[in-house]
Each structure stands twice: as structure tokens, then as C-alpha cells.
């Protein structure tokens, strides 16, 4: 982290990621985090406010002062950030109190739900199978 902490741009080092937590633990330090835009990250970074997102495979030059607008955005990004984490949170909170005091909640999964559950999963087998057939006959 003390390595992390000392240049003011981070670079996401793969073209996937599920979630990942150095890219939002950089975000959070106020980086300018430069991510691949065919990963999860850019549904956490826009694109010249809360980062750069560039294709890996066709990269380009990123100026200083790209950099610096984006950093000079982060500190606000980050609080309204926290900011809906904690709104989440306390939504989270009430929902899970509430299931508490109404043990009699009924289950959603009833008889006809479990039919249309089976149905879809094969229909979907058969679809699988229908395809794999007619890609070896090809």
C-alpha cells in the first residue's frame, strides 16, 4: 500500500475483472484510475470525472492534465460515494429488520412457479442440445 500511496495515477493492469477492490481502494485515495473499458471497472469509473478508460488494445497517450481534472474530481466522487454506500446500507438495515419481525412471511416459490422453473430449464436443455447437434453437422 505505501508503494499505492505514492504516485497519483494507478493503472489497472487487465483487460477483465469482476470486482476488484484496488481500483476502488485507489479511487477512494483520490487516483486517477486508467481501467480498460470492456471491464467491470467502467461501470464504476466515467470516463474523464472519476477516471480514464482507454482500450488496452489500441492504447493512447493520456495527458497530465487528463490526470489532474480527474483527481481533481475524486475527492467529491468519493464522498458522494460513501455517501450511497451508507444510503445502501441503512436500506439494507430496515429491509433486514423488517424480515425479523414478520416470521410469517410466505414463500414466493409456489407450485406453479416450480412448474414454470422446470419448464424454462428445459426448454433451455433442448436448446442446448439442438444447437450442439446442428454445430457438428456443419
Not at 479511487?27 to 471491464?39: F, Q, R
Not at 475527492?75 to 445502501?88: F, I
Request: charged share 25%; aromatic share 12%.
Amino acid at each position: 500500500m505505501a508503494i499505492l500511496k505514492e504516485p497519483g495515477i494507478y493503472i489497472a493492469p487487465r483487460l477483465k475483472e469482476g470486482i476488484g477492490m484496488a481500483f476502488l481502494e485507489q479511487m477512494a485515495m483520490g487516483k486517477c484510475v486508467v481501467a480498460h473499458g470492456d471491464a467491470t471497472m467502467d461501470e464504476y469509473i466515467v470516463d474523464g470525472k472519476t477516471g480514464i478508460i482507454v482500450n488496452m488494445r489500441a492504447p493512447r497517450r493520456i495527458s497530465k492534465e487528463e490526470i489532474d481534472l480527474v483527481r481533481s474530481h475524486m475527492q467529491n466522487a468519493a464522498k458522494e460515494m460513501h455517501l450511497c454506500w451508507l444510503a445502501d446500507e441503512e436500506r439494507l438495515l430496515s429491509f433486514f429488520s423488517q424480515m425479523e419481525c414478520q416470521p410469517t412471511l410466505q414463500s414466493p416459490w409456489g407450485i406453479r412457479s416450480i412448474f414454470w422453473f422446470v419448464l424454462y430449464w428445459i426448454e433451455g436443455f433442448f436448446m442446448y442440445v439442438s444447437q450442439t447437434v446442428k454445430a457438428r453437422f456443419k
